[in-house]
């Protein structure tokens, strides 16, 4: 395994591109590896691609991406600022939960991708995200958290898809991410203000 000094985001995008350690391998069009800054300080890990990422092998680009997008511009996130990924890099068929073999299979690349952004913040979208990153079941009592694990913040929040199905949902995500823009903004202002103390 490479270490982070001499690894890279692209260099991990053409290895999930052309990857072959799951059976979702034979069923993608397109590996989805992630997008974004390499110097976010918020890393978004949604639960894996759907049919229109999986067409053009960007995250977040279908009805859920496009929820997503509204509510960063909503709580003053800028989406180019930020990295966006999936626990699983490729479609599963059907939309189908990822499997935990998929799960384990992806896992290294994500973990590659934590080690070279070393976000502020992880924001975990949805039950699937949270179960396989934190073991924890349900995002809804435990959404507009920060739970700290191993010495990385993540913050909990419903997958934006769930709105889709349920539009009440739309304002309980728009709250939540308009807290984790002041969590950052607080962040930062803490420690600009710590240069002078």
Excluded: W
Excluded at 24 to 38: D, H, M, S, Y
Excluded at 56 to 66: E, H, T
Excluded at 119 to 130: F, N
């Amino acid at each position: 395994m490479t270490g982070p000094a001499e690894d890279s985001l692209e260099k991990i995008a053409a290895e999930v591109r052309g990857c072959p350690l799951c059976k979702l391998a034979r069923t993608r069009k397109n590996a989805v590896p992630g997008e974004g800054q390499l110097a976010a300080k918020i890393m978004f890990i949604g639960e894996a691609p759907g049919r229109s990422e999986d067409e053009k092998g960007r995250p977040f680009v279908g009805a859920a991406g496009r929820i997503l997008d509204d509510m960063l511009k909503k709580a003053g996130i800028e989406r180019s600022q930020v990295f966006i990924t999936n626990v699983v890099k490729c479609r599963p068929p059907n939309n189908r939960v990822p499997e935990e073999d998929e799960a384990v299979a992806c896992r290294p690349y994500l973990d590659r991708q934590i080690a070279i952004i070393r976000p502020k913040v992880i924001c975990i979208l949805g039950k699937t995200a949270y179960s396989s990153l934190l073991g924890g079941n349900s995002i809804t009592a435990n959404r507009g958290k920060i739970v700290e694990k191993a010495g990385q913040k993540y913050f909990l929040t419903i997958h934006p898809a769930a709105a889709i199905y349920n539009r009440s949902l739309l304002s309980v995500l728009e709250a939540d991410l308009k807290k984790l823009a002041k969590e950052i903004k607080d962040k930062k202002e803490k420690s600009s203000l710590e240069n002078y103390l």
